[in-house]
């Protein structure tokens, strides 16, 4: 099992552009979990999804973000018209089960944005 | 609002010193804690959580509600324990995490 997987691991857009980020859960794992870590602060949830569902998207700013996890392939985090404020460490988690309850979230590798 | 503060954000300490990184939380139910670690150029991995009551690599944390603090120990520091640690707390799926505490440990 090759663990969570994010690409790309760095993505450098200009101000205005827009950037997806993909994360393939480990095998079996149905549930993912996007958080937003800038610089000098904790990792921020951002969105919940499960196959097909967004489950909790509370975290996520209400524009140009936006996240999806098809029937097929990978969870997507778009965010359309980045800013430099977006410039930050994305990261993905997966887990078999509901989180909570002791139940673990796998980390991926992050995806760093740069915003120019 | 659910809040996890790790109110030190570096700890440095030399090989075989005893270590404590602190962390409280501020929520009125029943929230899991857990602490999370990043060894360089690593992922963030889980390293123990406050359900099971394990020790892991010599870590202990036990969850104080009266003080609502959940303070990751270890007897003796090793250089292999320097990395960031996060504290995290959850009560329905999303973690909640601290800033973090960079444990620096020192020959």
């Known amino acids: 099992n090759a663990g969570v997987m994010q690409n790309p691991r760095h993505l450098v857009r200009r101000r205005g552009q827009e950037a997806r980020l993909r994360c393939s859960p480990m095998?079996?794992?149905?549930?993912v979990y996007w958080y937003r870590q800038l610089p000098e602060e904790g990792l921020k949830f951002m969105v919940y999804l499960q196959k097909e569902n967004i489950i909790d998207e509370s975290g996520m700013p209400k524009e140009r973000f936006s996240a999806e996890f098809p029937k097929e392939g990978p969870s997507i985090l778009r965010i359309q018209q980045v800013v430099r404020g977006d410039s930050a460490a994305y990261f993905c988690?997966?887990?078999?089960?509901?989180?909570?309850?002791?139940?673990?979230?796998?980390f991926g590798p992050g995806t760093r944005l740069t915003v120019t | 609002a659910q809040r996890v503060t790790q109110p030190e954000k570096l700890l440095s300490v030399f090989k075989g010193a005893p270590v404590e990184l602190k962390c409280n939380y501020s929520y009125s139910g029943s929230p899991e804690l857990f602490w999370y670690v990043q060894y360089s150029r690593q992922r963030l991995q889980l390293l123990l959580r406050h359900i099971s009551r394990e020790s892991i690599k010599g870590f202990t944390a036990d969850l104080n509600k009266g003080e609502t603090s959940f303070h990751l120990k270890k007897p003796f520091a090793q250089e292999e324990d320097s990395a960031m640690y996060y504290c995290a707390s959850t009560n329905t799926d999303k973690l909640i995490f601290g800033t973090g505490t960079r444990l620096q440990v020192f020959p």
């Open positions: 988690a997966s887990s078999p089960f509901t989180g909570g309850a002791g139940y673990e979230q796998y």
């Open positions: 095998k079996g794992h149905s549930h």
